[in-house]
């Protein structure tokens, strides 16, 4: 399967620690954010998937200008480890190993950075219940390892002074609860998130500072996404999602809109089309 998503994101508000305000000197900030993407059947319980992000991020004020780039390229493992049937549906049990790591030279403190600039491994557990008649839920949550990352100075401060240009990055957990409806022929289903991500550690944004990698973020958000395969191409996948930050630390309060065509073919078993 190959994917390609767009996404728009942007927040007037923020959070500084834990105290909600704007800034006169960002205003709004929206970022852009396109999303090449691939997932391979290696078994029919194994996927391999990767992808990539090319971001801009543009302040709507202030004299420090947004920046662009490609941020990270995103590899992964998902295996279906249990597929059964159990009472009136069916229960699946997947997990998924993933590894991020950063593919250009973005500075990872600057004022409006695409990324955290370290490297990260996840380990993701995937519950999902799904009744005859279509309806289903699914849960998950993940454990987010990171590296240091580097900066392109030789000094910083947090908490204190640091003579050196490694930062330690804090771990994180991310989890959500979907609860959707899927067409008996699978061509429409329709789900609704409440989710959230807890960093493990970090420090909060300093008053009237700029925000810093090793930041305590934290957050709660809720959203939706559709999915469409007309039987007029087979194989087509059209994809639109929108989520809301209701909670946060750290982090803006985000409105985030997107969408993503994909298209899916057999490279073997073409007998199964």
């Keep these: 399967c190959f994917d390609l998503a767009y996404h728009h994101d942007s927040w007037k508000e923020y959070w500084e620690g834990t105290k909600k305000r704007e800034n006169?000197?960002?205003?709004?900030?929206?970022?852009?954010?396109?999303?090449?993407?691939?997932?391979?059947?290696?078994?029919?319980?194994i996927n391999f998937m990767g992808g990539l992000s090319y971001i801009m991020t543009r302040p709507s004020a202030g004299?420090?200008?947004?920046?662009?780039?490609?941020?990270?390229?995103n590899l992964a493992v998902k295996v279906d480890a249990l597929d059964m049937e159990l009472g009136p549906g069916r229960l699946n049990i997947l997990a998924t190993v993933g590894f991020s790591t950063p593919i250009s030279d973005y500075v990872p403190?600057?004022?409006?950075?695409?990324?955290?600039?370290c490297t990260e491994g996840s380990l993701r557990p995937i519950v999902q219940?799904?009744?005859?008649?279509?309806l289903f839920a699914r849960v998950q949550a993940g454990y987010n390892l990171r590296s240091s990352c580097t900066l392109p100075r030789d000094y910083y401060y947090t908490t204190?002074?640091?003579?050196?240009?490694?930062?330690?990055m804090p771990d994180a957990i991310d989890y959500s609860a979907t609860i959707g409806y899927e067409t008996a022929d699978a061509a429409f289903r329709a789900e609704a998130?409440?989710?959230?991500?807890?960093?493990?550690?970090?420090?909060?944004?300093?008053?009237?500072d700029m925000g810093f990698p090793s930041n305590n973020m934290d957050m709660t958000n809720?959203?939706?996404?559709?999915?469409?395969?007309?039987?007029?191409?087979?194989?087509?996948?059209?994809?639109?999602s929108g989520s809301y930050v209701l909670t946060g630390?750290?982090?803006?309060?985000?409105?985030?809109?997107g969408g993503s065509v994909s298209y899916y073919f057999s490279l073997w078993n073409k007998s199964n089309n």
Excluded: C
Aim: no cysteine; hydrophobic share 35%.
């Design 24 to 45: 006169g000197n960002i205003g709004t900030l929206t970022k852009h954010s396109i999303a090449p993407m691939f997932a391979l059947g290696i078994t029919d319980r």
């Design 63 to 73: 004299q420090i200008e947004g920046t662009e780039g490609f941020q990270n390229l």
């Design 109 to 117: 403190d600057y004022a409006y950075s695409i990324g955290l600039g």
């Design 129 to 134: 219940y799904k009744l005859n008649n279509g």
């Design 160 to 168: 204190q002074a640091y003579f050196s240009n490694e930062v330690d």
């Design 193 to 208: 998130f409440y989710g959230g991500l807890n960093t493990l550690g970090g420090f909060d944004i300093r008053v009237q």
């Design 222 to 240: 809720i959203g939706v996404a559709v999915h469409y395969y007309p039987s007029i191409v087979k194989g087509l996948g059209i994809h639109a």
């Design 249 to 257: 630390r750290n982090v803006g309060q985000t409105t985030s809109i």
